[in-house]
């Protein structure tokens, strides 16, 4: 059988961090209600002239030194991001250049803040199926360029950021012990569509657009469809919350994550957290969250990691990987 074994990971996040007290200079806000109400204490911003795409290939560059691996031995970069740096051509296109690859493939996929869950699933179908040997995933975001930053309910929330690893196509893996993904589920529901959404793109407006959020129906919907779907995970691979090791859940918020845990009787200990210092980077927060822990020594080699994340459509989705 073969399985998409994870090789490395890597991050890079914008130098300029913009602190809850610094916000509340600017908008009604204080650190005592961002905190309460999301976990949130910091967030970093890129800067002027500093685009999706040069984050994107720091933490590219940096999974692959983790990884042992220069960019020639990669075949396929699939880069979930929502914020592009054009309309088109893709983000991952201009990765790929600026790894120096011509060889191979490179697409973008967009799913909002489930993006890296979807591209994770993508890149090991296209790895299982033989069309390609090694990945790179990358969720890689600059949200600070969509969200209005008048509106106290939405920019408080979100930060800049990038993280990638690479997946290699491995044969002879099969049993849940093995490493590699061991199963991935997507779902989603475009009704949901006016409750995250921009007010803007090249066909509607052909403006940017900024972020709008009905925070609280994001709220009421997100533990059940994450939940839903993680549940979906165990039961196709025969695992339970049990054998987790550790939970990466999708940075939005630290209540929408806690509820999500206690749902499933994950313990606190087994989740990592980096909403506090991040905020929501969106397809970004997973990897960043995974990078940290493998960094800090937390996640090792034969660890059973769930993956899960909600976003914009409504598109979610859980993966479920040996690291
Ligand atoms: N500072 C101070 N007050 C604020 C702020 C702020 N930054 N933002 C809103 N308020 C005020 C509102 O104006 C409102 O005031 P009012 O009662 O006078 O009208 C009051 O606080 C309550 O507002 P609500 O929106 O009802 O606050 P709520 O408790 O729902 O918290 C929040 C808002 C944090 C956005 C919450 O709904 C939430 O976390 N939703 C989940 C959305 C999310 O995480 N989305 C991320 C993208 S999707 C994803 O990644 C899963």
Not at 130 to 138: P, Q, T
Not at 235 to 240: D, E, I, Y
Not at 241 to 262: E, Y
Not at 299 to 306: A, E, F, R, T, W
């Amino acid at each position: 059988v073969i399985r998409s074994v994870v090789l490395g990971c890597g991050a890079y996040l914008p130098e300029r961090v913009l602190t809850n007290e610094e916000l509340a200079r600017t908008v009604d806000t204080s650190d005592e209600w961002i905190v309460q109400r999301t976990g949130i204490r910091e967030r970093h911003i890129a800067a002027d002239g500093e685009f999706t795409s040069h984050l994107a290939t720091k933490a590219a560059q940096a999974a692959l030194d983790n990884a042992g691996l220069t960019a020639d031995q990669i075949d396929l970069i699939v880069l979930a991001t929502s914020t592009p740096d054009h309309t088109f051509p893709a983000t991952a296109v201009q990765v790929q250049a600026a790894l120096g690859m011509t060889h191979g493939v490179a697409f973008d996929l967009q799913a909002v803040c489930s993006g890296f869950v979807f591209a994770v699933a993508t890149a090991d179908n296209y790895l299982r199926a033989g069309s390609a040997k090694r990945a790179l995933v990358i969720g890689a975001e600059t949200f600070s360029r969509i969200l209005d930053w008048n509106d106290r309910g939405t920019c408080v929330l979100f930060g800049d950021g990038a993280g990638a690893i690479v997946l290699e196509a491995q044969e002879g893996w099969g049993t849940s012990a093995d490493r590699g993904v061991l199963t991935t589920h997507l779902r989603s529901d475009g009704r949901h569509k006016h409750k995250l959404y921009v007010d803007g793109g090249p066909s509607s407006t052909q403006t940017v657009g900024h972020l709008r959020m009905e925070g609280k129906e994001v709220f009421k919907h997100a533990v059940g469809m994450i939940t839903g779907v993680i549940v979906d995970a165990f039961n196709a691979s025969g695992t339970s919350a049990d054998n987790v090791d550790w939970f990466v859940p999708h940075q939005a918020n630290k209540r929408i994550i806690d509820a999500s845990a206690q749902k499933l009787h994950i313990a606190p200990e087994k989740v990592v957290m980096t909403v506090d210092r991040h905020g929501n980077t969106s397809a970004a927060s997973i990897p960043l969250a995974l990078c940290t822990a493998v960094q800090d020594g937390r996640i090792q080699k034969g660890h059973l990691v769930l993956l899960e994340a909600m976003g914009g459509g409504f598109t979610w989705g859980a993966a479920l990987l040996r690291w």
